[in-house]
């Protein structure tokens, strides 16, 4: 498994300067700024495409995913999901970014440094039917003080079928296209108790 959180590598600049043209005019879509990078991958998988490379780049307040698709002809932009996942302006508040076993991502945000309310947030992210779908949710969060105000949830939306501190769950949340999930999304049965 990669783990990739602020080492730039050649790898990561190049799928930063790989950008699609569109339309007659040969305009191009804005640019990642290889400063914002915090995570890429390039992953071989069956199907209808060969590979996808996912690159993950901080914005002012979360993060951006954006993903390219190669079926054989050259790399195309398939997805950019804006804001993703929260940021914060401190050292453990930023996201980052795994590849799996499986072919699919785990994207991490989190508050691991500031205040009471401590908390993680993992999305899988797997290519099904298609398309780029958030396939998974887990959260977990405790509170510095109250040993007793913590929990975990998580939930498989592909399934729907979840757990919420023990207590297992039929989500309402189906999975959705990865450019549809902001990071204010959340099963509604994670709520904290």
Wanted: aromatic fraction near 10%; charged fraction near 20%.
């Amino acid at each position: 498994m990669l783990t990739f959180k602020a080492n730039l590598t050649l790898p990561v600049l190049a799928a930063v300067a790989m950008l699609p043209i569109t339309g007659s005019g040969f305009a191009q879509e804005p640019m990642i700024s290889p400063q914002s990078v915090v995570g890429s991958a390039t992953v071989p998988i069956d199907g209808d495409i060969y590979r996808y490379r996912a690159v993950l780049a901080e914005t002012e307040d979360g993060g951006d995913l954006y993903v390219f698709t190669d079926a054989g002809e050259g790399w195309v932009q398939a997805v950019h999901a804006k804001d993703i996942v929260w940021r914060g302006g401190m050292y453990g508040q930023e996201p980052w970014m795994e590849e799996t076993e499986h072919g699919s991502l785990k994207i991490y945000s989190e508050n691991s440094s500031i205040g009471r309310d401590r908390w993680e947030q993992i999305l899988t992210i797997a290519y099904r039917g298609g398309a780029f779908v958030v396939a998974g949710y887990t959260y977990s969060y405790y509170d510095t003080l109250d040993p007793d105000a913590a929990g975990q949830c998580d939930v498989n939306l592909l399934t729907g079928k979840g757990v919420h501190n023990d207590r297992q769950f039929k989500t309402k949340l189906p999975a959705m296209k990865v450019a549809d999930w902001t990071m204010e999304t959340r099963p509604p049965e994670c709520a904290r108790d």
